[in-house]
């Protein structure tokens, strides 16, 4: 979870420079992918590995792990150039006063879309 946050961090500090402080949506294809082609070669690289109780010590030490340390890492960088332009449209298409309801109202899809809808008991639809 560090190395994805750390990752995250980077990607947006990144998207920042590159976009020299405008809203820039040509990042976002190139975030999302960079989120495919990692995602993907984190999966053949969680194949390598046997499945085995690790210690922090044990993993760093595997060479087959750094693959998938790096895979995480940047899926992290591209999740930032994905997610930061987009943040950034909602903000300035959006009124001043409804900026933060816009923003919840897209965090809320999120969860329904992504995460709440896996058992019945979450699912508001």
């Not at 999302?32 to 046997?50: C, K």
């Not at 001043?96 to 992504?114: D, G, P, Q």
Request: negative net charge; contains cysteine; proline residues 2%.
């Amino acid at each position: 979870m560090t190395l994805f946050s750390l990752g995250v961090a980077i990607g947006s500090l990144l998207c920042e420079k590159l976009s020299d402080a405008t809203v820039e949506l040509g990042l976002v294809p190139f975030g999302s992918i960079g989120l495919s082609v990692f995602a993907i070669d984190l999966f053949f690289a969680s194949q390598s590995l046997a499945p085995a109780s690790y210690t922090a010590y044990t993993f760093l030490t595997s060479l087959s792990s750094w693959r998938v340390i790096i895979d995480i890492l940047l899926i992290g960088v591209f999740g930032g150039f994905f997610i930061v332009p987009l943040y950034a449209l909602i903000q300035i298409r959006t009124e001043h006063e409804f900026t933060s309801r816009a923003i919840a109202a897209n965090n809320i899809l999120k969860l329904i879309v992504y995460g709440g809808c896996r058992s019945n008991e979450y699912c508001v639809a």
